[in-house]
């Protein structure tokens, strides 16, 4: 079965996930600068989803570009990774409209932690048919990692909200940095 | 006529359409767990839709890939399907919105319904000039079922709404699993 | 310069154009069938412009289909229509929410109109370096015919407005039929 | 690693920023035409809005089609220039409703300036591994030339709004002749 289309359509419902989140940010009510102010952490909330949402279109090109053809599992595999990928703009403005309120920050954390499960039971069925991609993918430290830490993030958004929220920025700051396991082989 | 830019604008089609249902989960008030009580079935909901609409893109992405041209009648079955396709998230919300009442369930039955007569039409009309898929199709036992469960869950819905809710959880798990008719061809 | 881009960019603009559409299908506030019924004009509105914008990428894919390659005129020919098909979700939202007012009905010949003269435009622009397409469009009469039509239906509209609505559903219905000059070529 | 990708996804992008502008034209209250001068302001940032954005479409249609092959750091550089268009629908939503209000119509400018400087950063990174493009870009006097106006329009908006909105007209009309640096080589 070719990629191709897998491809086209995660493509289009990341670039729809990626862009309606800005929906989020509604237009204040007046003209001047300080109307933006309670804007500010839906603003922030957008931008730290808006790198992961980046980073998971970035995985999944290189993961997707690995391989030379998917099975019917894959194509589930996939549309069970854009099903958690489709409720971060949920969790997103439940973050910004609550001022990163404990519960929210850790149903975020939560939703993280499903798409990162998702994207490994993905690359898993990839790299099943692919001695390379397994290879490649090794053991997987940066992918095991980030789930403990979506976790501790988790549980740390009890403690303080903010040290929560700054676990996620990290995990996003780790994963920017490109995969270095693919950028040889591609 | 070319097939590539069909399965591109169905593809961006079927993306927003899974993509837009996820802004019925409208963002909670209040910042605690409670407050996604409410949502619940709205979400139950969504994630049904999200199966079925999965289940149209991988049986289109199927379809589609066993032929080699389609007519401009095709385009136009094509569409027709995509219409269908197009009133999932309207019925969606109205089941999410309604604690699964009755008459929208009937409903979202009837769209579903429409959706897999339209997949029928579009499939002969893909069959009509092509030998080895009018065979791989056969007598499409899988479709003429799914659509008489589909009537049934309509009719079942006054009966005890939550029995039409479990007929269409149930068609879903039949296309769940994946279409061996095409899986041997592609 | 390569169309591959200017087709992928019309059909994401088309398919968002086409789907946003049903998000003016407001859930109903009640769980009866009657609360479909105020509906009713929405459906019907959404329901020719889906017909409408059906149309313009099936005449798109035909035109660009019959050119190899795009200048740089012929993308902003391009954005041009999409400028004016992106306006036919507002019209048809504002004919559907006052049950086929009048006005709403003549800016929503005004606007059809406008993406008319912009196909024709865009159309000129390809055929502007190709024999073969300047041949298949011809007179274009079917093309002129419906700007007058519009024009028409835009009048008629102030003396009963369901004729109005009535010129537009027959213009559809005109380009329903697939073009035979693009047919026969493709 | 393949271009093809990263021009699939901006363009789904692209062409959901240009379309979800559309829906700050609010469907008017009321079936009169006087209904729709409200609106002017909303339509009027919407067109500046659609061409900037088609603008952009355009030249990072040309900047990509120059180059062969992308870079981790490419992929980055796509995904911060099209962080900073997708608050172009914002901005443009904030400026329409206030009626071209000093704040909003700077802050419209600011994004204006963060685009064109992502845009600058991206064609550096792509031009980076790419001596034909190198040459191409040349010294980008049309770009730097656009920041400067943009910082210009940004500070003549607190002066007259409309003096600042008149420097993006000139800016956006600057753009709209097409690129001829490219036009030669593709």
Redesign the interface.
């Given at each position: 079965?070719?990629k191709g289309?897998l491809?086209?359509?995660s493509?289009?419902?990341?670039?729809?996930?990626?862009?309606?989140m800005?929906?989020?940010?509604k237009?204040?009510h007046?003209?001047?600068?300080d109307?933006?102010i309670p804007l500010l952490p839906v603003f922030l909330s957008y931008?730290l989803s808006?790198v992961y949402v980046?980073v998971y279109?970035?995985n999944h090109?290189n993961l997707v570009?690995a391989v030379n053809k998917v099975t019917?599992?894959a194509?589930?595999g996939n549309?069970h990774l854009?099903?958690w990928l489709?409720?971060i703009?949920?969790v997103t403005?439940?973050v910004g409209?609550?001022h990163f309120?404990?519960?929210?920050l850790a149903?975020y954390g939560f939703i993280l932690c499903m798409c990162s499960i998702a994207y490994l039971i993905l690359a898993n069925c990839l790299a099943a048919d692919n001695e390379a991609l397994k290879l490649a993918l090794g053991k997987d430290r940066k992918g095991k990692l980030s789930t403990l830490l979506y976790a501790s993030g988790m549980a740390l958004s009890f403690v303080q909200p903010l040290i929560g929220f700054a676990v996620y920025v990290v995990v996003a700051m780790i994963w920017?940095i490109?995969d270095r396991r693919f950028?040889g082989r591609?």
């Open positions: 079965m070719g289309r491809e086209a359509f493509d289009g419902v990341i670039a729809i996930i990626i862009t309606i800005v929906l989020e940010l237009t204040p007046g003209s001047t600068l109307a933006l931008l808006f980046g279109w970035n090109h570009h019917g599992g194509l589930w549309l854009l099903f489709s409720l703009p949920f403005a439940w409209e609550n309120a404990s519960v929210p149903c920017f490109p950028e591609s």
